[in-house]
């Protein structure tokens, strides 16, 4: 079978964009659960493959828009090399996804940094990553000296107003930090170790978002930002567009600083938590409960944005035509809110978004690409789901 007659065979059973008729809802996800976790393969037909549990328990591989369709392909992760030849770095995640027993953004996150940091995936993968988790340390650090610097101006009283950071690292510091929540230790009925430890735990649960200060910024917190930068840098880019491009443009502008919005919410509310240690302490496990929450949905709502942002800060600065490749390929792939997430009245420009990436992702990879073959079509067919 030619390739022609391939690409006839895949579009017949292609899915037509949602219609008036239809449930325009269909075509997002439900959940973040059921959007899944991005995995970062290298291979070129696993570019922003998700990871999600499907609903007998089993591990699925999400791959929007594959052979030019307006769907997307759903595997079970364990037939993955079966179908694509993977490479030395996607077989090493493979490998970890497979055992991976609690498949979320973070854990995701966790194990490909493990595999990058080898080289496997080349130098600069392996730099890029070994950097990130340098500043990550860096700033989860930092932030466990400032979350107790910050409970002591909070709750030590004016004889500790004048204190340093910087004095906690230091024997006499800390006598002097013991000392000042000595008081709140007796006005609250508990004990000085507990107040310590508990911040120390607090410190490390809430590192991924980190403080409201220099130098303690949380990798979560720092993405955030980085949305606001990135989607400025999208509209600037586009204002000397031709209109089909400006409209792609457009919608990674608006996706970009709509997810930036939900995400804002939930650092704010990370920080009313740390502007209030002496309530953390005192309900200490409605605390831990509330902190969580947040942190796992801050993981989920950024999830896939960091890659979209390096793509675009590695752009060729001089090539226009290249540049435009990136911004289909990133309007392609932003990351769509799930139904449970957003407010009624933001259901039309995500249905929106995403029926016009589907439409964008189709053209990406169609077959003609040389990304996959015919005997990989084959193979994939046996997996295809109709709905996006």
């Known amino acids: 079978m030619n390739k022609q007659k391939i690409v006839q065979s895949v579009s017949h059973k292609t899915p037509d964009a949602p219609t008036a008729s239809d449930d325009p809802l269909s075509c997002l996800p439900e959940t973040f659960l059921t959007r899944g976790a991005r995995t970062p393969f290298t291979s070129k037909s696993l570019r922003y493959a998700r990871v999600a549990v499907g609903k007998n328990g089993r591990a699925m591989v999400n791959l929007p828009g594959l052979a030019g369709g307006l769907g997307t392909y759903e595997l079970p992760l364990d037939t993955l090399r079966d179908v694509f030849d993977l490479s030395v770095h996607d077989r090493m995640l493979f490998d970890r996804l497979l055992v991976l027993e609690n498949v979320r953004p ?69 006598v002097r930090a013991r000392k000042a929540l000595n008081r709140f230790s007796s006005e609250h009925n508990v004990a000085i170790e507990t107040i310590i430890d508990s911040l120390g735990e607090w410190s490390k649960m809430s590192a991924p978002v980190g403080l409201a200060l220099e130098g303690c910024h949380g990798p979560l917190r720092r993405l955030a930002a980085g949305l606001q930068k990135f989607a400025a840098d999208i509209d600037e880019w586009s204002s000397s567009e031709q209109s089909d491009f400006r409209f792609m443009a457009g919608r990674i ?10 995400a804002m919410k939930q650092v704010k509310q990370v920080d009313a938590w740390n502007n209030e240690l002496g309530k953390v302490l005192t309900d200490w496990e409605r605390a831990k409960k509330e902190i969580a929450k947040m942190i796992d949905h801050l993981w989920w709502l950024l999830d896939g944005w960091q890659e979209l942002i390096d793509v675009w800060d590695r752009r060729p600065v001089n090539d226009r035509v290249r540049q435009r490749e990136l911004i289909e390929e990133i309007a392609s792939f932003t990351p769509v809110l799930p139904i449970d997430e957003i407010w009624e009245k933001e259901q039309a420009f995500w249905v929106d978004v995403r029926v016009n990436q589907m439409l964008w992702a189709g053209e990406l990879r169609k077959l003609g690409s040389g990304e996959i073959d015919a005997d990989m079509v084959d193979r994939l067919e046996r997996f295809r789901r109709q709905s996006a």
């Open 106 to 174: 973070d854990t995701v996150l966790e194990q490909a940094r493990a595999v990058a940091v080898t080289g496997v995936g080349g130098i600069e993968l392996a730099r890029i990553s070994a950097a990130r988790d340098k500043d990550e340390k860096s700033s989860r650090e930092l932030g466990q000296l400032a979350v107790m610097h910050q409970a002591l101006l909070q709750l030590g009283g004016a004889a500790v107003q004048d204190m340093k950071r910087e004095e906690l690292l230091t024997m006499d510091g800390q």
């Open 253 to 262: 502008s608006s996706a970009t600083k709509a997810t930036y919005d939900h």
